[in-house]
C-alpha cells in the first residue's frame, strides 16, 4: 500500500485551516496574547488529528488509523503556526 500524497496535501491544508480559525478563536474571542494563542491553537489541533485518526482506526470497519495522516495533519498545524509567528517579524515600525 502506497502513500497518496493528494490526501497527505488535503489534510495538511485542512489542518492548516483549522490552525488559523482556533487561533482566531483564542486571539479574537478568548482574548489571548498572540503565542498563547497559537500554542493553544496548534496543540488542540493536533490533539484533535491523533484522536480523529485513533477512533477512525477503532471504531470503522471501512478506513484505518494512518500514521502519515498524523503527521500530515501536524506539519499543516505546524506551517499555520510559522505563518502567524512570521507575520510581524517583517513589519517595519515607523518613528
Not at 497518496?4 to 488535503?10: P, T
Not at 500554542?39 to 477512533?55: D, H, K, P, R
Not at 495533519?73 to 518613528?95: C, D, M, R
Amino acid at each position: 500500500m502506497g502513500v497518496s500524497f493528494g490526501d497527505k496535501i488535503f489534510h495538511s491544508l485542512t489542518y492548516v485551516i483549522l490552525a488559523f480559525l482556533w487561533f482566531g478563536t483564542f486571539f479574537f474571542q478568548f482574548k489571548k496574547g498572540k503565542i498563547q494563542a497559537i500554542v493553544y491553537a496548534s496543540v488542540i489541533s493536533i490533539i484533535f488529528g491523533i484522536i480523529v485518526e485513533v477512533l477512525q482506526g477503532v471504531f470503522t470497519a471501512t478506513r484505518q488509523a494512518d500514521v502519515f495522516d498524523v503527521l500530515a495533519n501536524s506539519l499543516g498545524v505546524l506551517f499555520a503556526a510559522s505563518l502567524l509567528l512570521l507575520k510581524n517579524i517583517n513589519t517595519v515600525k515607523k518613528l
